[in-house]
T-cell receptor, first 114, second 110 residues
């Protein structure tokens, strides 16, 4: 009964490949996020979706394309992977419309680009 | 974007000692949150603060929302080895956007 789940947990791939990371939340939240955590552990927001609509799109290369098929899922597709994309990617969810501003995080996906 | 300054960057303490860390910002936030991240895991919420001046405890943890709404601190009393991890402050200034501090890496020596 994991609240926010991500797959895969580890992803090792070659430069230039295309890969996807999936996220699902069973909390009934209407807002989901993707964060990137670099090697110095700095957490930076990438995208925010509210009810399947893009709300926040930080300065992220357009090789990154989030997709939200429904409000419980927010997947992240990355094209033409580069070495600098290596990081841990976290999905999170919250329900700000109900006053639940706390974001609940998934376990992370460690992406290594060789 | 909004910037948070979190300090200290790292702390090395003996078991049983108290710990204090804080975050400051040049901008006003509506909510302050404190998270802990264990190795290989996602951040886990410790305390949420919603009102200026609010002081909230969660076991040995105490956090306060600064009166100016531009700062917050987290105290841990009587630290134990399992307190080891990275602590992040986070400030929210609109419904969907939250910014994180750079983290405080805590090491507790038995």
């Amino acid at each position: 009964d994991t609240a926010v789940s991500q797959t895969p947990k580890y992803l090792v791939t070659q430069m230039g490949n295309d890969k996807s990371i999936k996220c699902e939340q069973n909390l009934g939240h209407d807002t989901m996020y993707w964060y990137k955590q670099d090697s110095k552990k700095f957490l930076k927001i990438m995208f925010s979706y509210n009810n399947k609509e893009l709300i926040i799109n930080e300065t992220v290369p357009n090789r990154f394309s989030p997709k939200s098929p429904d409000k419980a899922h927010l997947n992240l597709h990355i094209n033409s992977l580069e070495l600098g994309d290596s990081a841990v990617y976290f999905c999170a969810s919250s329900q700000p419309s109900a006053g639940i501003n706390e974001q609940f995080f998934g376990p992370g996906t460690r992406l290594t680009v060789l | 974007g909004q910037q948070l300054n979190q300090s200290p960057q790292s702390m090395f303490i003996q078991e049983g000692e108290d710990v204090s860390m804080n975050c400051t910002s040049s901008s006003i936030f509506n909510t302050w949150l404190w998270y802990k991240q264990d190795p290989g895991e996602g951040p886990v919420l410790l305390i949420a603060l919603y009102k200026a001046g609010e002081l909230t405890s969660n076991g040995r943890l105490t956090a306060q929302f600064g009166i100016t709404r531009k700062d917050s601190f987290l105290n841990i009393s009587a630290s134990i080895p399992s307190d080891v991890g990275i602590y992040f402050c986070a400030g929210r200034y609109n419904n969907n956007d939250m910014r994180f501090g750079a983290g405080t890496r805590l090491t507790v020596k038995p």
